[in-house]
């Protein structure tokens, strides 16, 4: 089965590569997150452990949107098993066992692969074309 493209994957203005100063930034809707995904991230968000999960999260209250800064990216077995000695599948087996679910794991890693920096999931936000929607 073929791959579709990395919905994260869209090219800034006319500079197909990115600035070595810059990070890029998303925030997409969080109805590309089962509903049940999403209200358990509220609490997840503040009590998880994410030291060696490769990403920070936070919450932002007054919007009830939640985000995360992506590390060590992109998420790649090459990359991972350069600097970390693990794979892509051990590192979503770490994040698995800290309570993320599985769409969430997904959603983290295609931003991850594309070199995103900061992934804001917000109610209010647009939907990303190619990314799954879930009911809302």
Not at 57 to 80: M, N, Q, R
Not at 110 to 117: D, F, G, P, S, T
Request: aromatic share 10%; net charge negative; hydrophobic share 40%.
């Amino acid at each position: 089965m073929a791959q579709s493209p990395n919905p994260f994957q869209i090219a800034a203005g006319d500079h197909p590569q990115p600035h070595p100063c810059c990070s890029r930034a998303f925030e997409i809707a969080s109805a590309h997150l089962p509903e049940k995904d999403r209200a358990d991230l509220q609490t997840l968000v503040e009590d998880a452990d994410t030291a060696l999960l490769h990403f920070e999260c936070f919450t932002l209250p007054d919007s009830y949107a939640i985000g995360f800064k992506l590390l060590s990216t992109p998420w790649t077995d090459h990359h991972l098993g350069q600097f970390w000695g693990y794979d892509l599948s051990t590192l979503q087996a770490l994040q698995a066992a800290e309570g993320f679910s599985e769409e969430t794991i997904r959603v983290l890693t295609l931003a991850a692969q594309a070199e995103v920096r900061f992934l804001v999931i917000d109610p209010n936000s647009n939907v990303l074309n190619g990314l799954p929607l879930f009911d809302c």
